[in-house]
């Protein structure tokens, strides 16, 4: 273990980033009706008697006796209403606490959703931005809110829980407090009418409130709140340097190493963190001659449940060590040396564990017993042996080497030719590994002892120095073999590794670009097909796993492959090749798992099992994967609510327009109808005209709205198709101007330079009239209106101006939109919000444009803003 004893910079900088923002302090409910609202007021009005400004933010009672007692003479802030469907909710004044800025603020509900038009939608978002301003807060929360806990808590309730927080919120609390109750004892308070109405609890008794019920909550309550203290262990010790381990819990560290006895070691460690109820991770010190064990230990390990940590380090016992006093570990189990084999490996193994125990003294160390039977050996991904051609480079050289020493015998010694024959060793050992320098080394020897040492084309050893040369030959091929491999193997790791690196950095830039789930998944297939043979994506579906994107075009599973590939999906671990799961498949099946949930599998085919670091970036892109997945659906569930809300806007825009537009002509037909049929002779003629052209006005007022709903639904189902042709602008214009009452004086300024326009006549003419109705209505009466053209190269600008009341610089965007009215002070011309929809729907129809600029710049700034309308359209 190392002896560096400075404070972790990460844990310094988390608590000087605390300091600077709000306490918060987080009342979590085991269920609801523990009195967790209860508890904060008293806690709040102790503080309060002591000095402290203590402000309710927003308290809910719930009518409860207990908890309206307890507010006592706490000052509480008004809450600021809001209206939503016809009815006005009260919610959280967020700037009104931010204006006050109280030592302390009570905040009840952290899970509730603010109504729309409030800054946040959620509370806890209030929370975070008093926290972030410095304001302390105490809050309330019940355990089957948290967004981790949402389909547990459904599956065994019974019941989903509709508002949910992120886990995260969790984790900026300075300090939780449990509030619970035994489940007999909450369940009496129930049946007594203390939390809910009689009508209310009993049903509640029967479903959500059952003992199991609330036993299973408690105890997701009990491991949260420990997590969460644990978690304050470890920070204050990272941020004060002290040394772990801290037995304030129990930890598992399982220590991999590329040995038969990997597996067992996992599945020992899983069973001790069982029957600890404590989480277990396997370690692993990456080395150059990492094999399939490794593998398939950690393949198994993620399988039990736990989770995988691997390191590069030069010395594995510190790396250990290091690790086990960062993660607070209290055990450490650690494999035998098998028998039979390798000695040097057992003699090896046992060293490490002689060594690990000797420097391990504030660890509990679990040597695993050596299994009955060996296990089976996984496929092995095998590194490839020395080919033909290095043999035959060293009997060249050896040859050449000799054949020169015999030329030059005269001049060289046969001391010097045993130096030359032992760089020829170092040479290939060091470029072709340790079997090729020691095939070097014996053909060395015999060379050399043959043709040089006396007596010559012999091979008798008659000097002792002969043994010597011997031996020595051989430790030089061994060891600078046996070097050079290691070095080569670590080279390649390393190479593996960066690009490793690379193609994650590139996963990442391809992912982030990703903008449709389609792209996405062949993005994926397009990856593992680049580290592999071929790439195939499949998420998962109601009837099972669905194909999708492969790579190269064509690719397909047959039908074993398929269920390996669901087998992968349904028990969540990797399958197929390099695996212990199926592994004579030609396929590696990888899980892609996004919050802890599989929503598919990433298949790849790799020529031979794949080596640690292929595997490692394969489940890297599985995992990447899967995140880009769950975002890129989250982004179109959002589009699609979006749209959704858009679609109920509309509705009820719809719905107001038809009760206002509708049932104002009506009433006045009606009344008009009532007094002809009760009055009758008796009224004067010009009366029952009157009355009469009113019918016919409001009857006209109808048709025009109902005209315009049907245009509205012939536009949003395709049904109208713009024709193209040349069109004479002034004959459209007094066309338009003819059919709208009040524009008979509109100017028009149309020059033979702007004269023709390419579009379709009459869905021209029904643009016009509905703009220059729009102009009629919000402009005085008398008032001038002027219609103008510019040609501007391939296109022309038709304006309609107005010298009305205008509109407000933000609505100018919103105008022609679908049931949009503008409005300045209290007036609102009558209409249905469609005519100038309308109007935008058939210029886009004829590959046009429409925009509006208020107010006028060239009108007296004292008087009335104006507005000017402007149609782009392809000249003609």
């Not at 829980?161 to 308070?189: K, M, S, Y």
């Not at 609102?828 to 006028?856: C, D, Y």
Request: charged share 20%.
């Amino acid at each position: 273990m190392t002896d560096d004893r400075r404070p972790d910079p990460d844990a310094l900088l988390a608590s000087m980033q605390q300091a600077a923002r709000g306490h918060l302090k987080i009342f979590l409910g085991a269920a609801p009706g523990v009195g967790k609202t209860w508890e904060m007021l008293v806690a709040a009005r102790l503080k309060h008697e002591a000095g402290l400004d203590v402000v309710a933010g927003l308290i809910e009672t719930h009518g409860r006796a207990g908890t309206i007692a307890e507010t006592g003479t706490l000052e509480a802030l008004h809450r600021r209403p809001v209206a939503y469907r016809g009815q006005t909710l009260e919610e959280f004044d967020l700037d009104a606490a931010l204006a006050r800025r109280p030592a302390l603020l009570l905040v009840d509900e952290l899970a509730h959703t603010n109504a729309p038009g409030l800054r946040h939608a959620k509370r806890w978002q209030d929370v975070q931005e008093l926290l972030e301003a410095g304001i302390n807060v105490w809050t309330t929360l019940n355990i089957q809110h948290l967004e981790s806990l949402n389909d547990p808590v459904a599956r065994i309730t019974g019941v989903r829980v509709a508002e949910t927080i992120p886990d995260h919120v969790l984790d900026l609390a300075d300090e939780i407090e449990l509030i619970d109750l035994p489940p007999a004892e909450l369940r009496a308070r129930l049946a007594e009418g203390k939390i809910y109405r009689p009508d209310v609890a009993g049903r509640a008794l029967s479903g959500f409130f059952r003992e199991g019920n609330l036993g299973a909550l408690r105890e997701m309550a009990l491991r949260r709140v420990a997590q969460h203290v644990d978690r304050d262990v470890k920070s204050y010790m990272r941020a004060r340097a002290i040394p772990g381990p801290w037995p304030a819990t129990e930890r598992v560290l399982a220590l991999i190493g590329p040995d038969a006895s990997a597996q067992n070691v996992v599945r020992h460690a899983a069973r001790l963190a069982d029957a600890l109820d404590a989480p277990v991770i396997a370690f692993h010190v990456e080395r150059a001659d990492d094999d399939a064990w490794v593998q398939s230990a950690l393949d198994l390990m993620v399988q039990l449940g736990g989770s995988v940590a691997t390191v590069s380090a030069p010395d594995v016992i510190t790396a250990v060590l290091d690790y086990a006093a960062a993660q607070n570990i209290s055990h450490i189990v650690i494999g035998r040396a098998q028998p039979g084999g390798n000695r040097f490996k057992r003699l090896a193994l046992n060293s490490f564990g002689q060594r690990l125990a000797r420097r391990a003294t504030a660890f509990t160390l679990h040597f695993v017993p050596i299994p009955a039977a060996a296990a089976a050996r996984p496929p092995a991904s095998r590194r490839p042996g020395p080919a033909i051609p290095a043999y035959a480079m060293a009997c060249v050289l050896l040859a050449a080497v000799t054949l020169a020493g015999r030329l030059l015998q005269t001049w060289l010694p046969q001391e010097a030719m045993g130096l030359i024959f032992t760089g020829i060793i170092a040479a290939t050992a060091s470029r072709y590994g340790r079997n090729v320098g020691l095939a070097t080394a014996i053909g060395a020897f015999l060379l050399w002892n043959f043709f040089f040492l006396p007596p010559v084309f012999t091979f008798t050893v008659s000097d002792p120095r002969d043994v010597v040369a011997l031996i020595v030959f051989l430790l030089v091929g061994i060891v600078t073999g046996t070097l050079a491999g290691r070095v080569r193997l670590e080279a390649e790791a390393a190479t593996a590794r960066i690009e490793a690196l690379r193609r994650i950095s590139l996963f990442g830039q391809r992912f982030s670009r990703a903008t449709t789930l389609d792209g996405l998944l062949q993005d994926t297939a397009e990856e593992a097909a680049a580290m592999t043979k071929a790439g195939l994506v499949m998420l998962a579906g109601a009837s099972g796993l669905q194909p999708g994107p492969a790579m190269p075009p064509g690719t397909v599973l047959d039908d074993a492959g398929l269920a390996a590939a669901d087998w992968a999906l349904r028990n969540n671990i990797e399958t197929g090749i390099g695996t212990a799961t199926l592994p004579n498949m030609p396929w590696r099946f990888v899980p892609l798992r996004a919050d802890n949930i599989v929503i598919g599998v990433l298949a790849a085919r790799p020529e031979t099992p794949p080596l640690p670091p292929l595997a490692q970036t394969l489940n890297t892109l599985a995992d990447q994967a899967a995140m880009a997945v769950a975002r890129v659906r989250m982004t179109m569930q959002t589009a699609q609510n979006a749209a959704r809300e858009d679609n109920q806007k509309l509705r009820t825009a719809l719905l107001s327009s038809l009760s206002h537009d509708l049932r104002t002509p009506l009433t006045a037909i009606r009344g008009a109808a009532e007094t002809l049929s009760t009055a009758g002779d008796a009224l004067p003629p010009e009366t029952r005209a009157d009355l009469l052209a009113s019918i016919a006005q409001d009857t006209a007022r109808m048709t025009k709205f109902l005209a315009n709903i049907m245009e509205m639904a012939r536009i949003e189902t395709g049904e109208i198709i713009a024709k193209r042709e040349r069109v004479r602008l002034d004959t459209v214009i007094e066309a338009a101007i003819a059919r709208v009452k009040g524009a008979m004086y509109a100017g028009i300024n149309i020059p033979e330079a702007a004269a023709y326009a390419m579009a379709d006549p009459a869905l021209l003419e029904q643009i016009l009239v509905n703009v220059l109705d729009n102009a009629v209505k919000y402009a005085p009466e008398g008032s001038r209106l002027a219609v103008s053209a510019v040609a501007d190269g391939s296109r022309l600008r038709l304006s309609i101006a107005d010298e009305g009341i205008g509109i407000a610089p933000e609505d100018c965007a919103h105008v022609f939109d679908s049931f949009f009215r503008a409005t300045r002070g209290d007036r609102v011309a009558p209409g249905t919000g469609l005519g100038l929809a309308i109007a935008k729907a058939f210029t886009e129809a004829m590959g046009g444009t429409i925009t509006a600029l208020s107010p006028r710049l060239d009108l007296p700034a004292d008087g009335l803003p104006g507005t000017i309308v402007t149609i782009d359209l392809q000249a003609a």
